[in-house]
């Protein structure tokens, strides 16, 4: 009655259980409320079994045998006084727990995805052929294979019409020197297929499953000899052996995975990603560069043409990458400097002479090509 002719809000919560409470103070109470403050103090909440409106420490004495109740709330003599013997205390939800970005949750979380990715790194570990290196490859022969098939016709359908036929010089050239290469090669699982493409770029390729095309812009700007050509087509046939199709696309995978990791530790992806392209993808793709070029300096030397061609083949293509306006600095290309890969070639032909270029027999009978 009291807490109505006053007009006095408050409220409370119990959890039930507990024995928790947070009590909202009241908002107005005017003076002179010593009638109501004595009637907070003497009522008790029947439902519970324990004082839930108590006096306060000011003002009011402790009543004896009563034991004192746990909260309390503070009546105010007049607006101005807003004191409180004893400030609510508030438990959060998230008291407690560590602050930061590595909680004991996440940890476990980052060690679980380095585990798994360790454990399948090394699972797909193989060595390359002719260079012994090791490296990361996740997709089947079988796949690759069907993969460059599907590529090598995109290509044919995008150049249909500068497909040159096969009576062509150009085209005969490039199956002769092919077919004595992928002689060499060894890889029955491969079907062998060459074509000249009729347009002006300087270019060449070996899909994966032996599928070869050379542009008569190379050929007219740059191939001088057979053994030219060779050390071409050789080049582009180590790629295929060595299976680097395959191998990139392992290596794509780590690196999406570490933009990943390192956009959510430094939410800077203008910065990390061309670093990652900079620092990973292109030393990586130059790698695979020098080790085409020595898978293709050992096939050509094994089919009986000669290695020297490969030197100045290379720096007959810098002359004219430079002319064309084409150079690129290495540390922002996806190939060799043409000067240090004409070194790096060069103190490689003695050691590839010695070891493939002794026994070197091929015939001719009909009308293919034996080692």
Not at 87 to 103: A, D, I, N, S, V
Not at 185 to 199: C, E, K, L, R
Request: net charge positive.
């Amino acid at each position: 009655q009291a807490l109505q002719r006053y007009g006095v809000q408050c409220g409370a919560r119990v959890r039930y259980g507990l024995d928790a409470m947070r009590v909202r103070q009241p908002l107005r109470m005017p003076a002179g409320g010593g009638a109501v403050r004595r009637a907070l103090a003497g009522r008790r909440w029947r439902g519970l079994g324990h004082g839930v409106f108590a006096a306060p420490s000011r003002g009011l004495a402790q009543r004896p045998g009563r034991e004192r109740p746990r909260f309390q709330i503070d009546m105010w003599e007049t607006p101005r006084s807003v004191r409180s013997t004893q400030p609510p205390q508030y438990r959060h939800f998230k008291e407690g727990r560590p602050r930061g970005f590595l909680t004991t949750r996440r940890k476990v979380i980052a060690g679980v995805v380095v585990g798994g990715m360790i454990v399948y790194y090394v699972g797909h570990l193989e060595r390359a052929p002719y260079s012994e290196r090791i490296r990361m490859i996740d997709v089947t022969r079988a796949q690759e294979i069907e993969l460059g098939k599907t590529q090598f016709d995109q290509i044919l359908q995008q150049y249909k019409w500068q497909i040159l036929p096969r009576y062509d010089r150009r085209v005969q050239l490039l199956e002769t020197v092919g077919e004595r290469i992928a002689l060499v090669a060894d890889q029955p699982d491969f079907d062998w297929q060459f074509v000249v493409i009729d347009s002006p770029e300087i270019n060449a390729f070996c899909l994966p499953g032996g599928r070869v095309a050379v542009f008569t812009g190379l050929l007219d700007q740059v191939v001088r000899s057979e053994d030219e050509l060779a050390a071409v087509v050789a080049h582009e046939i180590g790629h295929a052996v060595a299976r680097h199709g395959a191998e990139k696309m392992g290596f794509v995978k780590l690196l999406l995975l570490l933009q990943v990791m390192l956009s959510l530790v430094f939410d800077m992806r203008f910065i990390t990603d061309p670093l990652v392209h900079l620092l990973g993808s292109l030393p990586f793709s130059r790698k695979l560069e020098y080790e085409a070029d020595y898978i293709g300096l050992i096939l050509m030397t094994d089919s009986c043409y000669n290695p020297r061609a490969s030197p100045s083949l290379f720096t007959r293509l810098g002359e004219v990458n430079r002319k064309n306006g084409n150079h690129v600095p290495m540390y922002l290309s996806t190939h060799p400097n043409d000067e240090q890969r004409v070194k790096y070639i060069e103190s490689l032909i003695p050691e590839v002479e010695a070891k493939f270029g002794q026994n070197c027999t091929f015939s001719h009978r009909g009308g293919r090509w034996h080692h």
